[in-house]
């Protein structure tokens, strides 16, 4: 038999029936106190704190009425149960207002009693877990009004605005949630944000309306499911800020959609980014007129003169750099040729390099009458440590050609050796590296005449300067070139390595066989001696309409002269007027540099015109067979016959770009190709 | 280049000497458009024309284009060896007439 799971105090008088029930009670009930009347029993209910409580009314000292009456003043919740005889049936109503919940009639029976007792208990369980839920509850509750105070103290010390809305099919929004920060962004009240996206649309700014409606109409077609983006509004004040607008898109059930959102003042931060952006374009443009400067104190690619050409080629790893070079002729057979390198790179090295080059310009400048190279590289030393070598130096070569000796004479202040090619013998070698301590380490320093080298030169001999750029470049694999892979570069590649643009054919070499040539300065100068032959000849002239018959009416004399052939000279002239005009027409990279070059080679069974130019990239249109050249063109066309005359008057026409300049070879038969009339 | 002018027997006769290319065309044409005010017809006398181009020769095609357009027409006079070689190079005598002579040519135009 299972125990009813409740506690019972059980108050009678007449020990009879306590004995009879309170046995019975004894076994059935989970806890049970017997009391002997209303005043014991009253006592030890507020002890025990039963749920039910059984009790007589008739008793002497409390009846169970008045025991009722005292333990209802302090619970409501215990069960009361009164036994009564039916004689007692006046009490029922008073009982009732007493607050008893039942009665049973005596002698008690037993199984009602029972039957009534499992009830309580069954009544108790659900009490008890209704009670534990409302508990709950109300915890929950208050843990949300909490939560919920503490969410809108935040939001209203938040400067974004955050909001949440629904929209139905029909397009009408109805706004969950607008945080204080709308008004203090928009300087509007808040019915104006409830007003919906025509309302916003109103404050956009006209420029951007354009790009805002694009992209909210995704938003509400559910195209997208976020928005992220900055754009300007404008306040009452006419003011115009900036803000950052954030929206996420969710999809409700009944083609709802909800949309929550934050947009943040960002107009502080894109004016700072706007400054930036100013500062650095201003820098950017700053830095190009010093690199356009810095290209104008450097000789051009070319330097030509009656026994001598000098090519050159100069790039910095950032816009401006820290080499240094010049060729600066002192008379018609004497040429100061120098090269150094600043330590550093980038701007600081560039103005150093503007300081040191002047420096280098005047003192040459004073020396002229008699240039001797320890003695100029004494006064360098002497001049800058104190001047302008603070944490800096320079490494640094100084040459005199002597054109009438065939004779080099240098000094190396801690500078790579110079390097000789000869080309007869197909050998380069270095040069010994005597010389001293780079400029700038010891302003004391004595630069001696003993230090001083010598060296022979000849048609055949190509000589080098450079600096660390070309021998410290590395390969793919990480392998550095070094001054000795140099050398094999140049006994290895020298049928490809060759002309007057020797220093970007090299360069061009280089960076085919994936060479990284863009860490440091680069800079290569080379020197020949111009071979004095009759059949060689080179031509100069700056890239303008009005020069180009200069240059094409030397050609033809030329060509005549040489091989007393006027209709070879003829399409010659031809050749190069067409030629030039076009480079010029297409127009030069760089205005400071607008030097072309025409080199002739010319032998009785042939003739092969090269044009240089620093250009811009253009390629030659694709040549049809001669006899179409002009068939198949319109014949009142009035442009688009330059480059087909060329075509038609050469056997080979080739073009091709070293690094910054084109190079174009022509090659015509001599005495000319037949023509087709 | 020098340009010389004369109208004979209502027939506008243009010299050119010395040079006609990409630098001096314009001169050439800021001329021409001066000389249709009184004909439509001309002689193109390039007896002393020492160079021509490519360009220089676009611009005379370019005259007998327009003068076609306006009922006019366009000869070319005894060209020399250089600027000949143009001409015959690229085919412009599919659409000009070469005379030797500047009677020729008159006659030629006078009779069309």
Known sequence: MSVINISLLYVEDEQTIRDYLGDMLSRQVAELHIAVDGKEGLELFKEKKPDVILTDIRMPIMNGLEMTKEIRAINQDVFIIVTSAYSESEYFVEAIDMGVDNFLLK?????????????????KVIHKQLLEQETKRKKAEEEVRNVSS????????????????????????????????????????LDFFIGGPNNWKKIVHPDDVEKWETESKKNMNGEQESFDLEYRIVLPDNSVRWIRDRVIVSKLSDNRIRLDGIFSDITQAKQSEEKISNLYDSLMQEL??????????????????????????????EMVGGDLFDIIPISDTKFVVYLGDVSGHGVQAALLMTAVKSTVNMIVENEKHDVRPYFVINRINKIL???????????????????EENKIRYFNAGHPPIIQFDTKTNKAKKLPHIGHMPIGW????????????????????????????????KNRVGELLEIDGFIDFLEKYNSEIDGVILPQKFKTKLVDLNY??????????????????REKEFFFVRSLLKKTSE??????????????????????????????????????????????????????????????????VWDLPEKKKDDKLFADKDPFDTTGRGIPIIYLLCTEVRRKRYDEINETVFVLKSPGKELIF | MTIEYR??????????????????????????????????????????????????????????????????MLCVVNPQPKPRMVFEITQAYKIIDFYDDIESAIIALQNR
């Open chain 1, 551 to 616: 240059i094409r009416k030397k050609a033809d004399l030329y060509i005549i002269d040489l091989l007393d052939n006027a209709d070879l000279g003829g399409k010659i002239e031809l050749i190069v007027d067409e030629f030039v005009n076009n480079i010029i027409i297409h127009g030069l990279a760089s205005k400071s540099d607008t030097l072309i070059v025409l080199g002739i080679d010319a032998t009785q069974d042939n003739v092969v015109l090269t044009i240089w130019d620093k250009g811009i």
């Open chain 1, 107 to 123: 002698p008690v029976n037993k199984r009602k009693l029972k039957h009534l007792l499992k009830h309580v208990a069954e009544t």
């Open chain 1, 385 to 403: 440590s104190k001047e302008v070598f603070f944490k800096s130096y320079m490494t640094f070569l100084f040459c005199v050609v002597d054109l």
């Open chain 1, 288 to 317: 190009q007129v010093a690199a356009n400067l810095q290209s104008y104190l450097l000789p051009q690619w070319l330097t030509f003169h009656d026994k001598i050409i000098f090519s050159s080629i100069y790039s910095p790893s």
């Open chain 1, 150 to 189: 503490e969410l809108h103290k935040v939001l209203s010390t938040v400067s974004d605005a955050i909001w949440s809305s629904e929209m139905d099919p029909s397009g009408k929004f109805n706004y969950n949630y607008i945080s204080p920060g709308f008004e203090k962004i928009t300087k509007r009240d």
């Open chain 1, 442 to 473: 010891m302003p004391e320093a004595n630069y001696s005449k003993d230090d001083e080298s010598e060296v022979e030169i000849n048609e055949d001999i190509i000589t080098f300067l450079y600096t660390d750029g070309i021998f410290e470049c």
């Open chain 1, 516 to 533: 990284n040539i863009t860490t440091d300065d680069f800079t290569l100068l080379s020197f020949r001696l111009r071979p004095q032959i």
């Open chain 2, 7 to 72: 109208i004979e027997e209502g027939i506008g006769v243009i010299k050119i000497i010395g040079d006609l290319d990409a630098y001096n065309v314009r001169e050439l044409t800021k001329k021409f458009h001066s000389y249709l005010k009184e004909t439509v017809l001309f002689v193109l006398d390039l007896s002393e024309l020492k160079f021509l181009d490519s360009t220089g020769l676009g611009t005379i095609i370019n005259f007998v284009k327009y003068l076609s357009e306006m009922d006019g």
